[in-house]
């Protein structure tokens, strides 16, 4: 049995780190039962575009305001993945939350990754920098990465990979965020796109 790869596409916003993470993995064959096929960017001067052209690997920008509504914004988004005929959608630092529409209809196969342990510093309003801000702020001494399937609940999807980081004195958001991103996010993130394309290669060869 000939097993094809599973499609992967990456939704971006900002600098795409975790986008290089999952192109370098792909690689050095630590993704081998997925295949980048698409990014999506909703920003028009993401730097994630780059690394996309920089890889050759498609890209289109799909804007919101652009397009009016919530509505016609997953739509165009929803159209990109199905002409590319996606397996799995992977939200990597995409700052923009998925309706309930768009969860059901790729429901099990939006993955997101978030730099925090979840339940902790999760849900609306956390984000980026103001997650690492909050979690010093409230103290903890150990924070980390979560990547979890996307449903209606923002950061409310199951669980599916997790990293604890250790944080120290002296930390800003920023050496946080960094450790955690070194340390965790580019780690696991790229181990459940393989884990999942792996489940997904498996099914469509089958
Ligand atoms: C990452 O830390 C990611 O976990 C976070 O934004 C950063 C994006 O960086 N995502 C969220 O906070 C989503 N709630 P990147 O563009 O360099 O990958």
């Known amino acids: 049995m000939t097993e094809r790869k599973a499609r992967v596409a990456v939704l971006v916003s900002g600098g795409g780190t975790n986008l290089q993470a999952l192109l370098d993995a792909q690689a050095a064959g630590v993704i081998r039962h997925g295949e980048i096929a698409l990014v999506i960017a909703n920003k028009q001067d993401a730097y994630a575009l780059r690394r996309a052209e920089a890889a050759n690997v498609p890209a289109r920008v799909v804007l919101r305001k652009a397009l009016g509504s919530q509505q016609a914004f997953e739509e165009a988004i929803a159209r990109a993945l199905d002409d590319e005929g996606i397996d799995l959608i992977v939200l990597a630092g995409f700052m923009a939350i998925l309706s309930q529409w768009f969860t059901d209809r790729y429901s099990g ?21 103001r997650v690492h801000q909050a979690a010093l702020a409230r103290g903890v001494k150990v924070t980390g990465a979560t ?10 999807g199951p669980i599916i990979l997790q990293k ?5 004195p002296g930390d800003t958001p920023e050496k946080l965020q960094l450790r955690v991103m070194k ?10 796109v393989e884990m999942l394309s792996k489940q997904m290669a498996a099914q469509k060869g089958a």
């Open 183 to 192: 340390q965790a996010e580019w780690k696991i993130l790229p181990a459940a």
């Open 147 to 156: 990547v979890h399937f996307v449903n209606e609940v923002p950061d409310g």
């Open 109 to 129: 196969r939006v993955i997101n990754v978030h730099p925090s342990l979840i339940p902790s510093f999760c849900g609306e309003g956390y984000y980026g920098l």
């Open 164 to 168: 604890a980081v250790r944080v120290y």
